[in-house]
């Protein structure tokens, strides 16, 4: 008898292993990050767009933020924690996206990339994409 239980529960053990490896461990620095960073880019039909970023450690060292698909792409470095950026944002604009991306220097979580979209008020706020470049 135990000469089937020790086979069977090898097989249980193996194929849990397998499943905590395949998907993360279990654990998703994903979360991390979503917990730590919040960006947001809405378009006003006043013609601009504002920009917001906050880091809820304030841990921030510094942050390149890049909006592109304008005619000109648009970039400046900040220094803090916290932002508020209003950016002229003309109406003729060559992409049908607007991508909004911050590259993120932070003390302990290291360089950090997010992406998002602009989009208007009536929109629903479009996906944050984290990454470590």
Known sequence: MARKIVPTISLILITVLAIVFLTGGGTDDKDVLRQTFQIDAIYYDSGYVEISYL??????NS????ILGMNESFQKTFSSSEFIEIVPFPNLLK???HPVVLEIYHEELG??????EIHSLDEPVPTVIYSRP
């Open 55 to 60: 880091d809820k450690s304030d841990k921030t």
């Open 63 to 66: 942050v390149v933020m890049e």
């Open 95 to 97: 992409w049908e996206r």
């Open 111 to 116: 360089h950090i990339q997010l992406k998002t």
